[in-house]
Structure formats: structure tokens, C-alpha cells
Nanobody, 129 residues
Framework: QVRLVESGGGSVQAGGSLRLSCVASGYYYSHYCMGWYRRGPGKEREGVAFIDSDGSTTYADSVKGRFTVSQDNAKNMYLYMNNLKPEDTAMYYC????????????????????????WGQGTQVTVSS
């Protein structure tokens, strides 16, 4: 059974930085996609950053140039968030697919759970102005 556990959230002022971590267990696909979703207060889920098993990455336009996703050999994943803004305030979730790799575009709202059936419990990020 796949288990994803996030950590590293917290409260920072605008312009600050945080590093989120996701420890994965029971995830054995060799060709896969893992990433981060977030849900801000009163907002829909938003894809943030994704990393393919081949090392390629994709980012939401809203975080390009500020966030960096990386992964180690144990499939643990990290999200480095710099120059944080109040609009980055959200619960951040680590997600993993059922194998197949990252799509060219983020899945439609009604396809998110099909593409990424594995979710962590989330870690809260709060950015104050």
C-alpha cells in the first residue's frame, strides 16, 4: 500500500522560504509521476509542481521561477519554495500516480483523482504579508 507523508509546512512572511518533504513508501513503479497539489482557502485544488521518473519537471505558471521540485533515489520528494507570497497560502499535498509518467498538461479537475490516486495528509503553508 502506498503511503505518502508530508512535512515542512509552517508560517512565514512574504518573501520567505520553506522546504516541503514527502516521504514515500510502498510505491514501486519504475515509470511514474509524483508531485504537489495545493488547496487554498475557498479555492479549488491546484497542481503546483511535478517530477517524472525520468527527472523532467513541470510547474504551474504561478510558481515558475520560485518553486523547485526534486527527488532522491528513494522516491522521497522535496519542494523548495522561495519568494513566497500570501497567495501561496494553502494546504499542500504530495501525490503519486498509478504509473505512466507525468502528462504534458495538468489533468482536468474531474481527472485529478484518477491520475493521482495516492495522496498524503497534507501540510499547511501560511504566508503573511
Amino acid at each position: 500500500q502506498v503511503r505518502l507523508v508530508e512535512s515542512g509546512g509552517g508560517s512565514v512572511q512574504a518573501g520567505g522560504s520553506l522546504r516541503l518533504s514527502c516521504v514515500a513508501s510502498g510505491y514501486y513503479y519504475s515509470h511514474y509521476c509524483m508531485g504537489w497539489y495545493r488547496r487554498g482557502p475557498g479555492k479549488e485544488r491546484e497542481g503546483v509542481a511535478f517530477i517524472d521518473s525520468d527527472g523532467s519537471t513541470t510547474y504551474a505558471d504561478s510558481v515558475k521561477g520560485r518553486f523547485t521540485v526534486s527527488q532522491d533515489n528513494a522516491k522521497n520528494m522535496y519542494l523548495y519554495m522561495n519568494n513566497l507570497k500570501p497567495e501561496d497560502t494553502a494546504m499542500y499535498y504530495c501525490v503519486a500516480d498509478r504509473g505512466g509518467g507525468c502528462p504534458e498538461t495538468f489533468p482536468a479537475r474531474d481527472q485529478i483523482d484518477f491520475k493521482y490516486p495516492n495522496w498524503g495528509q497534507g501540510t499547511q503553508v501560511t504566508v503573511s504579508s
